[in-house]
């Protein structure tokens, strides 16, 4: 099965005045990059991926991740 290019996968609302900057931190479970495979099994499997930390869905800064279940 076709997985979708992007999928929202946790959040955090953030409230900060103009000019201010804030570090936030968030986890994200293994379970957030589990798929049902050709075993159908609903489970984490070896990837590259990339991870976007954005404001919206039209911005945003990639980081690469490796997923190694």
């Known amino acids: ?14 409230a900060i005045a103009p000019g201010e900057t804030k570090k936030v931190k968030f986890e994200l479970k293994p379970d957030a990059f589990a798929i049902w495979n050709d075993r159908n099994q609903f489970a984490a499997e070896p990837a ?4 976007w930390i954005s404001p919206d869905s039209a ?6 991740a490796e ?3």
């Open 1 to 14: 099965m076709a997985e979708p290019v992007r999928m929202l996968k946790g959040f955090q609302t953030v």
């Open 48 to 51: 590259q991926l990339t991870v």
């Open 59 to 64: 911005r945003g800064s990639p980081a690469e």
């Open 67 to 69: 997923i190694t279940p």
